[in-house]
């Protein structure tokens, strides 16, 4: 099935510079990028996307992490979007990343994990319409 999902690169990768290189590693999986922007969350933005987490300990450092500088939020479509982007992206903690993964191969730490995606479909049309508007949405046939 054709699925959508969510995708951020984080501020640490943005500031080493991979970008491009995580994104080819979606493009390489057959995930094509449908919308794209780099952008500097303030902390209420970031707590209100992980609204979610608001009761965990890690949450106040995850926002302001996410914070911390630029980011890009980028939706990503193809067959089993969601599962392939957390395939390619690998365990939350790079400690526990497979190797080959972006976060085996690019992440610092658990809050500094290069990428975020969306964890169901559901979730990523939530979080999808959090950041894009419909307009920003472009088909790819
Ligand atoms: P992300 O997929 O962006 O969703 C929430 C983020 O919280 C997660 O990636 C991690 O970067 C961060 N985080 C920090 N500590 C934890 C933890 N103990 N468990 C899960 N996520 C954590």
Known sequence: TIER???????DAVAKNVVGEI???????????????MIRLTPEIAGKFYEVHKARPFYNDLCSYMSSGPVVVQVLEGDGAVLKNRDIMGATNPKDAA???????????????????????ETAAQEIAFFFSGTELCDRP
């Open 23 to 37: 994104q080819s590693r979606f493009e390489k999986a057959g995930l094509r990028i449908i919308a794209s922007k």
């Open 99 to 121: 190797p080959g993964t972006i976060r085996a191969d690019f992440a610092e730490s658990i809050d500094a994990n290069a990428v975020h995606g969306s964890d169901a479909p």
């Open 5 to 11: 999902t969510f995708s951020i690169i984080k501020p």
